[in-house]
C-alpha cells in the first residue's frame, strides 16, 4: 500500500460520492435498492457502514432507513414479540412491550455496548454486520427467530442463522413467546466465547436452546437434547452432562492470540452449566 494509500484508509476521504435516499416506507427503500443494481446500502444507526465506507467499501447509493417509521415499530402478537429492523439496543432495553412479554431480554441489553452504541445501533445492522463479537446473533439464534425480509424479489421468511442474501432488507424480526421462556446470556468472557440460552415449557416437557457467539467465525446454535425432562428441578439436575454433551458438539472453534480452541470449548460448557445453576436458583 502506498502512503497516500494509507493515508485514506480509514478516513472520510476514502469516501466517494453517492446519491442519498431518505425513503418513508418499506416499498420506497426496496425499490430504491433495485434501482442501485446492487451497489447500494441500507443505513440505520450507521456504526458499521461508516466504518466501512471509510474503509474503501464503494457504494452508488446510500438509502437511510430512518424516516421509515415501521422499522423503528416494536409489536405484540399473542404468540410472539415483533421487531422492526431499525429497532435499536436502546429501545430492546427500554420498551414497555419487550419489558413485560421477555422481562430477561430488556434486563440483559441494558449491559451491551454503551449508552452511545445502544442508541444508534440497530439491531438489523448488527446482523448484518455479522461480527463474531457481536450479540444479536447468538441471543436471537437462541431465542429461535425468524427474519422477515425483503429482496428484490420478492417477501421471504427464513431463521435467523441463515445467511442474509446480499442487498435484503430486514423488515422485522419476529421471537415466539413460549409458555414460560426464560433467556439468559452470558457475555462476561468476551472476546473468548458467550453463550446464550432460552428455555420454555412445552406440553411435553422442557425445551432449551443454547448459543455460543465470537468462537466461531459465526454464531453456532444447538437444541439441547431434554427428552425426559419434564420440570426446572429436573433441567437443573441435568445440567452437568448437558452442557458437556453441548461443548461436544461444538465444531472446532477459532484458536487466535486471545485463547485456543480447546479453551474457548470448555469455557462454553463452564457458562452453560452456570446459566443452568441461575435459572435453578431463580426458580
Ligand atoms: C464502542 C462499541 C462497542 C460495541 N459493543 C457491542 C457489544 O457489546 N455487543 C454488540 O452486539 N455490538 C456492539 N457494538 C456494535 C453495535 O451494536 C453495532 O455496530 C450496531 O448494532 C450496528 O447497527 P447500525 O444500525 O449502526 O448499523 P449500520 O452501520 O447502519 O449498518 C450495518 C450494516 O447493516 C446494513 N443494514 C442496516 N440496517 C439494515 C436493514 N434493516 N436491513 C438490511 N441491511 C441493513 C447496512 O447496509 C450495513 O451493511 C459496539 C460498537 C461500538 C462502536
Known amino acids: 500500500m502506498t502512503t497516500q494509500a494509507t493515508e485514506i484508509y480509514r478516513s472520510h476521504a476514502a469516501i466517494e460520492p453517492f446519491s442519498l435516499h431518505r425513503p418513508k416506507t418499506v416499498v420506497q427503500a426496496v425499490a430504491a435498492m ?90 438489523a445492522g448488527n446482523l448484518i454486520a455479522a461480527r463474531s463479537g457481536y450479540d444479536a446473533l447468538p441471543a436471537l439464534m437462541a431465542l429461535d427467530a425468524t427474519l422477515h425480509l425483503e429482496t428484490g424479489k420478492g417477501a421471504r ?74 420440570s426446572m428441578a429436573e433441567l437443573a439436575c441435568a445440567a452437568e452432562l448437558l452442557a458437556s454433551a453441548f461443548a461436544d458438539a461444538l465444531p472446532e472453534p477459532v484458536s487466535d492470540a486471545i485463547a485456543s480452541g480447546a479453551y474457548r470449548r470448555r469455557m462454553a460448557e463452564v457458562q452453560l452449566k452456570r446459566l443452568f445453576a441461575s435459572l435453578a436458583e431463580d426458580a
Not at 37 to 53: F, H, P, Q, V
Not at 182 to 208: C, N, W, Y
Open 34 to 123: 433495485a434501482k442501485s443494481r446492487g451497489r447500494g446500502a441500507y443505513m440505520a444507526g450507521g456504526i458499521d457502514l461508516t466504518d466501512e465506507l471509510r474503509a474503501g467499501r464503494k457504494i452508488t447509493d446510500l438509502i437511510y432507513l430512518g424516516d421509515v417509521k415501521e422499522l423503528a415499530a416494536i409489536g405484540r402478537t399473542s404468540r410472539a414479540l415483533v421487531l422492526g429492523g431499525a429497532v435499536t439496543y436502546r429501545q430492546i432495553e427500554r420498551d414497555a412491550k419487550i419489558r413485560a412479554a421477555l422481562p430477561d431480554l430488556a434486563r440483559i441489553w441494558e449491559a451491551v455496548a454503551n449508552v452511545r452504541v445502544r442508541a444508534a445501533g440497530s439491531i
Open 157 to 230: 421468511t427464513q431463521p435467523v442463522g441463515k445467511p442474509i442474501p446480499k442487498g435484503a432488507l430486514v423488515r422485522r424480526i419476529e421471537i415466539p413467546l413460549t409458555k414460560g421462556l426464560r433467556f439468559l446470556f452470558d457475555r462476561s468472557l468476551k472476546p473468548v466465547v458467550s453463550v446464550a440460552l432460552s428455555v420454555s415449557q412445552t406440553a411435553i416437557g422442557i425445551e432449551a436452546r443454547a448459543a455460543v457467539g465470537c468462537a466461531h467465525g459465526r454464531a453456532i446454535v444447538k437444541t439441547l437434547n431434554t427428552k425426559g425432562i419434564r
